[in-house]
């Protein structure tokens, strides 16, 4: 009788949870028009804003200086680009006082905090900066040319006070986990925050996104001790009450690469799911004005542990309840949390196909089956990394584990977003 | 505020990704001040023509008392059925039919069970009427044709008499009759796709022929939903309905019922047996088969829906709003009379509503096509718009002709008063304390099992009575052991192999008759010397 009815809750909650996920993971597909209304609107040629493009880099000297040249490139040439380098790092600080030698629109600001972070490098820079809009870059991304002139156009129609852009892993051929991990980013940027958008209440990306710069300094910029400052800046501006508007354009996104090992994506998520932990106890969500908002707060900031959890739990109940022959009934309701989470797999094959026909890429069987074959496992990265978040922050360790990049998304066989036509 | 950027129109890029031009607009509300007050009086009409004379007509069928013990069975929690569960067919059909046992008995509770399981059915017949309307309007008909078609459906007695009997077919309907009308969405919305996934999923764990259906939903979806979002929402749509269907081969497997092997019941046994060893009906078009004879009886009981549903759904394949019911009728019409199939008589029900849908849908395209046409100069138009006018009413006036006879029989005619003398008889006149074991058919089976006898060895259905190991285990003394017989026209179709009925039968003497003829149902009394010797 406990039994029945522990396996009746257990099994109505992962079954909820692994819905709402799917359901919101869908948000984009719902109707042709929500689908429509994620693009970016054309712009009118004009250029309004001045823009001050922050690019952090640290041990990055292998990717920096192409990143640098094709920023360059943009269409809309009002901007200044600042290159953030640690005091310690000599091999990026050279490359970047190469580039700031070379090109006048480029500038150097060297960080000197002791223990480094991102949030603390932008905070170091912002005081320098004289543009009317703030954008963040990372330094391994690819930006199309055309992405300011979007930007600046956004801006002026929709008054908004953050633009959030695409940003999309590309590498999915990379390893076993790349395929996954690019679509989760293609299901987040493509769907995903645009729910976040509409509902009015936004965890904001690390890169491709833009604050008026007035605004950014009534903040008083990041939190410097948050792992996830993007998240946090989001949550800050939502809950003031400041308009966030999110567009996606396939042509448009920032293109990025996947960590580089199991390993570096494992420390990754750490470091995010810990972000978001932070973020949840500092409760700026608490002031966000309408119930439901804080509802939602609650539950995104949550998510990384929900999703965790929900996936490997059901694989676990399901494989115990045939493993140790328990009643049929029971055995039943282990499977039914089962439905939502093999539904998703149906709609991530859909989604690599599109993801595949939306970014002019060749995905083949392989990769459809590396995508399938790869759940159980990703599933149990994901948990691996939820509970060694929840043990670091319980522990008070907060230090900044940084990804390394390679360039593995710079494929000579990838396609060049510059040359695109808007 | 945070907002979404809306403004259409989208960027040129290159021709690898084509741009929609504007916001997809949602396909129009098309409703009509006539709707509602048409589907309400279709609804009445339905109550009404189904209501009179429930229990009379037609003929308790073979399965009837079937699905209502396996109902009775889920309800009482026995399990899937009151015999062993054999995977026959999926169960959600008579769960249905247990969670609607409440219905009846507010009533009824003094009729017989099978009239009680007919009062149940109504809720599946009236939900069908108002799914074929709506369904007609979603195909872009007007009011008129899809008051036609529900017309052609509610009123045609052939679906009139399979509609009232208690048929996993009309449940199923109901639910593809839902699952298409949610593929149709006009807000094309993904959950709608999803959901009528789970419909046909439902449809076919009701029965499981209607899984010829399901083509035809995939191809409404395709023809409806936005090309921008197409792939999702048939992946939406193929997920929810294998998903929802895998719980049934899940549910065998857990049982280690899934593949055949000795001593034991299994889907796939099952499954192997009705698609290839169940008896052939033959071929159609040989007049001494069994598909004959079921073609026939339902040319004779409507000829006008059978046959000019048929060329209408033949027909309805080349306009293309039509092609949905055609597609769906059409499919299951030809593999149903493949040679060499198996065509129960009750096969029928599923197809109906198409050719109902395909009927009036051609007479609509008609019209359209009559007022566009140039093919008459001006001043002729009116009188031949008269003309035609009168053609509509003359077919109408026939097609209601050629109904009447079979519907006044089953307004008025009580073909199942012997049943139901006959079980009142035995509730009456036998004790289940002293004489505990009675042998009935499954009609009769649930009313014994309602007067006390024990179910499954103290009422016994006569089909297991031989072939259950189970059962014969009660039964040491084989017929010996046995009370009583109700012989019923059912009974006298039995198969044969059947030694154990046949000897009882033969040791027994009639203490009640009811009826005449081959209608005649007899309560025998099971006479064994042993007994006799041994009060």
Known sequence: ???????????????????????????????????????????????????????????????????????LQSRHQAFELILIVGHDDPATSAVAHELAAEYPQVRVVVDQHAVKNKPKALNTALPT??????????????????????????????????????????????????????????????????????RGFIPLGGNT??????????????????????????????????KVVVAYDALLVTREETPDSAMALFKQRTRWNQGFLQVLRKGDWRQLPSRRQRLLARYTLASPFVQAFTGVTTLAGFTMAILFDLPVGIALLSYLPLLPTVGTLFFEIIGLHD????????????????????????????????????????????DWELTRHVGAHLLPDAPTPATADA | MTTVVTEAPAVAGPPARPAPPAAPAPLGRRRHRADRPLLLGLTALTALVHGVNLGGGPV??????????????????????????????????????????????????????????????????????VLVYLLARRLRLPPWAAATAVALFVLSPLELALHRQVYLDNIAVTWLLGALLLALSRRRHLWHYIAAGGCAAGAVLSKETVVLAVPAVALAIWQRSHRSTRAFCLTGFVAAFVLTLSVYPLYAALNGE?????????????????????????????????????????????PVVVLAGAAAALLALGVRRLRVPAVAATVMSLIALRPGGYLPAMYVTQVLPFFALCLAGLAHTATVLFRRGTWAPPRLRRPVRAAALVLAAALAAGVGASWYDGNRRLWREDANAGYVTAGRWVREHVRPAQTPRIVVDDALWPDMVRAGFAPGTGAIWFYKLDLDPAVMAHLPGGWRDLHYVVVTPMMRQRPDGLPTLTEAITHSEVVAAFGA????????RVLTELREATP
Request: net charge neutral.
């Open chain 1, 1 to 71: 009788m406990v039994l029945t009815g522990l396996a009746v809750a257990m099994s109505a909650t992962l079954f909820l949870a692994a819905t709402i996920t799917l359901w919101w993971t869908l948000h984009a597909w719902r109707t042709p028009q929500t689908l429509h209304a994620t693009r970016f609107a054309p712009p009118d040629g004009s250029h309004a804003y001045t823009f001050s493009l922050l690019l952090p880099a640290r041990h990055e000297e292998a990717v920096l200086a192409r990143t640098v040249r094709q920023l």
């Open chain 1, 129 to 198: 900066c004289t543009g009317d809009i703030v954008g963040v870059f990372d330094a391994e991304d690819q930006v199309h040319a055309d992405l300011l002139t979007h930007v600046d156009y956004a801006f002026r129609t929709t008054d908004a006070t953050v633009v959030q852009g695409g940003v999309q892993l590309i590498n999915f051929h990379s390893n076993w986990y790349s395929v996954r991990n690019c679509l989760e980013y293609f299901f987040w940027f493509r769907s995903r925050l645009h729910l976040q958008a509409q």
């Open chain 1, 209 to 242: 996104v833009f604050v008026r710069a007035d605004t950014l300094r009534q903040v008083g910029g990041w939190d410097p001790q948050c792992l996830a400052e993007d998240c946090d800046l989001g949550v800050r501006l939502s809950s003031i009450g400041c």
């Open chain 1, 355 to 398: 993801f595949g026909r939306q970014y002019g890429l060749r995905i083949r069987a392989l990769d459809y089956a590396k995508l399938v074959v790869g759940v159980p496992v990703y599933m149990l990265l994901l948990a691996g990394a939820a509970t060694r978040a929840v043990l670091r922050e319980w522990r008070g360790r907060r």
């Open chain 2, 60 to 129: 308790f069928g073979a399965d009837e008392g079937t699905y209502l013990a396996q109902a009775w069975a889920v309800r009482e929690g026995v399990g899937l059925a009151h015999y062993t569960y054999w995977y026959d067919h999926p169960p959600f059909g008579w769960m249905q039919l247990a969670a609607l046992g409440w219905l009846p008995d507010l009533a009824l509770s003094a009729r017989p069970s099978l009239v009680a399981g007919r009062v149940a059915m109504m809720v599946f017949a009236l939900a069908s009427t």
């Open chain 2, 258 to 302: 899934l593949m055949p092997g000795g001593g034991h019941v299994s889907l796939l046994g099952a499954w192997f047996h009705q698609v290839a060893g169940r008896h052939s009906s033959g071929n159609v078009l040989d007049a001494g088969s069994d598909a004959y004879r079921t073609v026939d009886a339902w040319l004779y009981q409507d």
């Open chain 2, 517 to 524: 003829g081959a209608e005649r149902i007899e309560v025998r």
